[in-house]
């Protein structure tokens, strides 16, 4: 079974704009011997194999982020009208101190899936967080009316839990409208950390 790796290139806004998926795939790997010089050594993280679960090998130890990717796949005539009971309620929850998350980004889709809405969700603490915040959803009566509503105009909707990769910066707001590139790489079975030298 091949990993997935999800991948979102750039910052992302907290004002919707634009996301451009692309998919590449990577089927093979360069085994020969790299030489690298001991400065670059001195500042690129390697991954010994075979130590941990790669989760935990690959994911950033500073922080305990854990990230929700959530693809809602809109009605085509609906699609305004998402945007807009999106922009009133998501912000709310994003700013109440009382939520350990963050909304990081929405957009929507130019390219690939047409008619779709991409929500990235921070939650500082890691599951624990996550339980926390979907436990006080459910109390919040203004959030079960817009899920209601939201309902009704979704074709379907797939969400992913994702943890940050070591090797790259924690995405950061920017204003917008920005265009963004998500990315899905298939591995195959064992070449996680490999992959994850490499980048």
Known sequence: MAARVLCARGAASAAPCSLMPGLRRLTSSNNRPREDSWLKSLFVRKVDPRKDAHSNLLAKKETSSLYKLQFHNVKPECLDAYNKICQEVLPKIHEDKHYPC?????WNTWYGEQDQAVHLWR???GYPALTEVMSKLREN??????RKARSNMLLSRKNQLLLEFSFWNEPVPRSGPN???LRSYQLRPGT????????
């Open 179 to 181: 265009i963004y590139e």
């Open 102 to 106: 963050t909304l990081v980004g929405t």
């Open 192 to 199: 996680m950390i490999e992959w994850g030298n490499y980048w």
């Open 123 to 125: 939650y500082e603490g």
């Open 141 to 146: 009566q203004e959030f079960v009316q817009f």
